[in-house]
C-alpha cells in the first residue's frame, strides 16, 4: 500500500471533517496544548530560533506527545507541513529494514525554504529492536543536516543509551485530573453535551491523566444522545462484560481453571475486549471480593501490577491472564 | 487442475460391505461382528446391547463400513458429529424422534456418532450422560466410532452398553491395492515402491495415504519414492500426546529440558501445546500456580526475544516453559492416562484469521488518520468507535469517509456483523474441510 499517498489523500485539507473528537480536537498549535508548560515553552523556543535539535518525548499515552510533535512541524513548516515530514510507528516497522530505506530515503535529500531540514516523528519508538536502535543512532548522525527527529515513547527506559544522549529529552507527565476536566468540559460545551458533575469527575478519574482516553469516554456516553450521566460512563467504562468476568474470577477461585480459561478465552476473541482492560477490571473487581482476606488481595494485586506491566510490554495476553486464573486458584486454596 | 477438486478419500469410500478390503483376520472378525450385530436390528429383535462402538486407529475403515452396510441395506444414517454443539440434547431428542416412527419411506434408520471420543468434554459435558441413558431403550442401533474411548474417563459407563468391536491397522498389502486402485482410476503413475513408502510413512492410515496420494497426484508426472520423501513426516498427534507426557513427567528439569531436540514441533508450537494442557495433568492448584508462572515468565522472555532479536534468551525460554512444567509436578494425583488437547488458542486464532487480516487492514487505514500505531488503535479506539459509530450517524459517516470505508466493512468494524466479504456458507464449508483434514 502507498502510504505516503493515502496520507495525503486522508488528511489533505478535503473539507472532511472527522466527527471523532480526539482528531477533532487535537490541538493544533502549541499553546492549545493541555497542561506540558515547560516542554510548550522549550518547544516554542525552537519556533522561534528555527532550529531544532533531535528530540525524544517520554511519558504515559495520552499526555499530548504526538500532537506536540505534530504542532511543532506546523508550527515550523506553515500549513502544508506534511510534505515536510514522515510519520512512522515503530510498533508496526519495528524493523532494521525501515531504518535502512524508508529513513534513509526520506532523509537524503535537502528541504527547499527556510527551514534546511525535515522532520521524522518515531512513534512508539521502544518498540524498536536494539540492532534498529544501533541502525537508527547511525543514522541520526549521519543525516544531522537534513534532518530532525522526534522520537516517542513511554518507557524511556527501553531507549538505548546513546540514542538518549543525542537527544534533547522532554518529560510528559500523565495530566492532573483538573486539567483534564476543563478540556473535557470545554469539548462538551463545543459539542453542546449535558453532562453531569459526577460523570465528568467518572471520567476524569477512570482516564487516570490520558486525556484521550477521557475524550473517547466523553464521545462514546454522549452518542447515546442524552445527558451523559455517571452511570452512562460507568457502563461505557465497563465495556468488558462484567458478568463474565467476574464468573471467570468465581471460576478461578472454586479451582475450575479450565473453565474459567474458557470465559477469559471468551472475552478476548469473541467480544474482542482489549486485554488491558480486562486486566484493569479485574484490578476493580478484585478489592470488593468478600472471599479474599486482605493478604490474599495484597498478593493478586501485585500480580495484576506485573501482567498489566507485561502486557505493555508485549507478552502474549491470553497466557498471562490465564496465569492471573492460576494465581486465584491458588491463593483460595491455600 | 481439475474445476472442482473432488476429494479422492471420499469418492473412494467403499460403496459396498464387499468393497472392504481387509487382510487382517482381526479386521474381517470385526466386519462380520458388526454385520451380525446390524443383522439382528433388521430382523427386528434388537440386541441386548443396543449400541456398537467401533474403535481403532483413523483411517482402518470404521465409518467407511457403517456407510456401505447402510447403503446396502437402505437404511437411513443420522449423523450426530461431535462437533455440532450441545450433543447430549440433540441425541436425546434424535433417539426420541427415531424411536417414534420409522422414515417417511418406511427404511430404518442408524444413529451414527463419529469420533465419540474426539468430543470437548466440557461443551458436551451432557453427551456421555445422555447417550448411558439413551441407550438401553434406544429403538434404533446407535453406532458410536473412537479412536481410543479408554482415552476420557467419561466414556466408561458408556463403555459397558456397547458392543465393543475393535480395528486394527490394516496390512500394507490391502492399502497398496486400494492405493493401486486409486491410482489406475485417477491416471496417477507412481512407483510401486512409492506406494509403499507412502504406506509407511502415513503408519497405515488409508485416508491419509490416500490424500497425500491426491496431493502428489497434482505434480502432474510420474511418482517416485522420493516425491514421497520430500513430502516430509506429518506429524502425528499421537507422537505430540506422548512427547508432552514426558515432559510433564520428567523428573526433574534436567530431563525435561534434553527432550527439546527431539521435539516434533518448532518451540513456539510446542509452547502452546504445553500451555493448553497443564491444568489437564496438575490438577492441584498448588502445582498448576507454579507451572502457570513459569510459563507467563517463559512468555514474557518470548516476547522479549523477538522483539529485540535477542535469540540467545531461548535457552531461558525452554527451560521454563518444558523445566517448569516438570518441577510444577508435586501435590497432583499421577493420574493414569490423561486426554492431551490440541492448542484451542490456535485454533481459534485460526477460525478467526480472516476477521483479525481484515481488521488490521482496517487500523492501517487509520494509521495515519488517528496518529496511532494498529495496535493501539484496535485496543485503545476501537472499542469507544464502535459505540460511537453504533450510535451516531454522523460520526459514522465521517470516520467511513475518511477510512474509505464501504457500509458493509462499518458494519463489520463497529461490530454489527462477523462477516467480512464471504458470505457464511462458504465459512461452513471451509470449516468442514478442517474437520475433515484434523481427522485425516
Known amino acids: ?334 | 487442475m481439475p474445476v472442482r477438486a473432488e476429494v479422492w478419500a471420499e469418492k473412494y469410500r467403499p460403496k459396498r460391505v464387499s468393497d472392504l478390503i481387509y487382510y487382517r483376520k482381526k479386521n474381517q472378525e470385526a466386519l462380520q461382528k458388526f454385520v451380525s450385530w446390524m443383522k439382528q436390528w433388521l430382523a427386528g429383535t434388537p440386541p441386548t446391547k443396543r449400541a456398537a462402538l467401533l474403535y481403532g486407529p483413523p483411517g482402518t475403515g470404521k465409518t467407511s463400513l457403517v456407510h456401505a452396510f447402510a447403503r446396502e441395506h437402505g437404511l437411513v444414517i443420522f449423523e450426530v458429529n461431535a462437533s455440532d454443539q450441545r450433543s447430549g440434547e440433540r441425541i436425546m431428542r434424535v433417539v426420541e424422534e427415531s424411536s417414534a416412527s420409522r422414515t417417511l419411506t418406511g427404511a430404518g434408520r442408524v444413529l451414527l456418532i463419529d469420533e465419540v471420543d474426539g468430543i470437548s468434554p466440557r461443551e458436551d459435558r451432557g453427551l456421555y450422560g445422555a447417550l448411558v441413558k439413551a441407550i438401553p431403550k434406544s429403538r434404533v442401533p446407535i453406532v458410536m466410532t473412537a479412536n481410543d474411548p479408554w482415552s476420557r474417563s467419561g466414556m466408561r459407563p458408556l463403555l459397558q452398553l456397547c458392543e465393543l468391536i475393535k480395528f486394527e491397522r490394516r496390512s500394507e498389502r490391502a492399502l497398496i491395492r486400494i492405493l493401486e486402485e486409486i491410482a489406475r482410476k485417477e491416471k496417477v503413475s507412481i512407483d510401486k515402491n512409492a506406494l509403499k513408502a507412502l504406506i509407511k510413512k502415513e503408519e497405515g492410515d488409508l485416508r491419509s495415504a490416500i490424500n497425500d496420494l491426491q496431493a502428489l497426484a497434482a505434480l502432474g508426472r510420474h511418482i517416485t519414492a522420493e516425491d514421497i520423501e520430500r513430502m516430509g513426516q506429518r506429524v502425528r498427534e499421537y507422537e505430540i500426546f506422548e512427547y508432552l507426557r514426558r515432559i510433564f513427567y520428567a523428573k526433574s528439569i534436567k530431563k525435561a529440558r534434553a527432550l527439546i531436540s527431539s521435539s516434533p514441533v518448532d518451540p513456539d508450537m510446542l509452547f502452546e501445546w504445553i500451555y493448553e494442557n497443564i491444568p489437564q495433568v496438575l490438577t492441584d492448584p498448588r502445582d498448576l500456580v507454579r507451572a502457570m508462572w513459569a510459563l507467563s515468565e517463559a512468555d514474557i522472555l518470548r516476547a522479549e526475544m523477538k522483539q529485540r532479536q535477542y535469540w540467545t534468551l531461548l535457552k531461558y525460554v525452554i527451560d521454563l516453559m518444558m523445566g517448569g512444567v516438570a518441577a510444577a509436578f508435586r501435590y497432583s494425583k499421577p493420574p493414569g492416562f490423561v486426554p492431551m488437547h490440541f492448542p484451542e488458542r490456535i485454533r481459534i486464532l485460526a477460525k478467526t484469521k480472516r476477521e483479525r487480516e481484515k481488521l488490521r487492514e482496517i487500523a492501517l487505514r487509520a494509521k495515519p488518520v488517528f496518529h496511532v500505531s494498529t495496535r493501539r488503535f484496535l485496543t485503545r479506539y476501537l472499542p469507544y468507535l464502535r459505540v460511537i459509530c453504533s450510535n451516531d450517524p454522523k460520526a459514522r459517516n465521517s470516520l467511513a469517509q475518511a477510512l474509505q470505508l464501504t457500509d458493509k466493512e462499518m458494519d463489520f468494524l463497529i461490530g454489527k456483523t462477523r462477516e467480512v466479504e464471504e458470505k457464511r456458507p462458504a465459512k461452513r464449508v471451509r470449516r468442514r474441510a478442517r474437520r475433515r483434514g484434523s481427522r485425516a
Open chain 1, 1 to 334: 500500500m502507498n502510504k505516503g499517498k493515502l496520507f495525503g489523500e486522508l488528511c489533505g485539507d478535503s473539507g472532511l471533517s472527522l466527527e471523532v473528537w480526539v482528531e477533532k480536537y487535537r490541538p493544533k498549535v502549541l499553546d492549545e496544548i493541555v497542561d506540558q508548560e515547560d516542554n510548550v515553552a522549550r518547544l516554542k523556543y525552537f519556533v522561534k530560533t528555527k532550529s531544532m535539535p533531535h528530540c525524544l518525548f517520554t511519558g504515559p499515552p495520552g499526555t499530548g506527545k504526538t500532537t506536540a510533535a505534530l504542532c511543532l512541524a506546523r508550527e515550523l513548516y506553515g500549513e502544508d507541513y506534511r510534505r515536510a515530514i514522515l510519520e512512522l510507528n515503530a510498533s508496526d516497522e519495528r524493523g532494521i529494514d525501515v531504518i535502512r530505506t524508508r529513513i534513509k530515503e526520506f532523509a537524503r535529500t535537502y528541504l527547499v525554504g527556510e527551514i534546511p531540514y525535515r522532520m521524522i516523528i518515531m512513534d512508539e519508538a521502544d518498540n524498536l529492536t536494539s540492532d534498529a536502535q544501533q541502525a537508527l543512532r547511525r543514522t541520526m548522525e549521519m543525516f544531522t543536516r537534513t534532518c530532525r527527529f522526534i522520537l516517542i515513547c513511554n518507557y524511556l527506559g527501553r531507549i538505548i543509551e546513546p540514542i538518549q544522549s543525542r537527544c534533547a529529552i522532554f518529560r510528559f507527565g500523565p495530566l492532573p485530573p483538573e486539567k483534564i476536566k476543563q478540556r473535557i468540559e470545554w469539548i462538551a460545551k463545543q459539542e453542546r453535551v449535558k453532562t453531569t458533575k459526577n460523570a465528568i469527575i467518572e471520567i476524569v478519574q477512570i482516564s487516570g491523566g490520558d486525556l484521550r482516553q477521557a475524550i473517547n469516554l466523553l464521545q462514546a456516553a454522549a452518542s447515546f444522545g442524552k445527558e451523559v450521566t455517571r452511570d452512562v460512563v460507568l457502563r461505557i467504562a465497563g465495556l468488558v462484560p462484567r458478568e463474565d468476568l467476574k464468573q471467570a474470577l468465581q471460576l478461578a477461585m472454586q479451582g475450575d481453571f479450565i473453565e474459567a480459561r474458557r470465559t477469559i478465552r471468551r472475552l478476548l476473541y469473541q467480544y474482542g475486549v482489549s486485554p488491558t482492560d480486562v486486566i484493569r477490571q479485574i484490578h476493580s473487581v478484585i478489592l470488593d471480593m468478600g472471599e479474599l482476606d486482605d493478604q490474599q488481595k495484597l498478593e493478586i494485586i501485585r500480580t495484576i501490577g506485573e501482567i498489566d506491566y507485561r502486557l505493555v510490554m508485549g507478552a502474549n495476553d491470553e497466557v498471562q491472564l490465564s496465569y492471573l486464573l492460576a494465581v486465584l486458584a491458588a491463593v483460595k486454596q491455600s
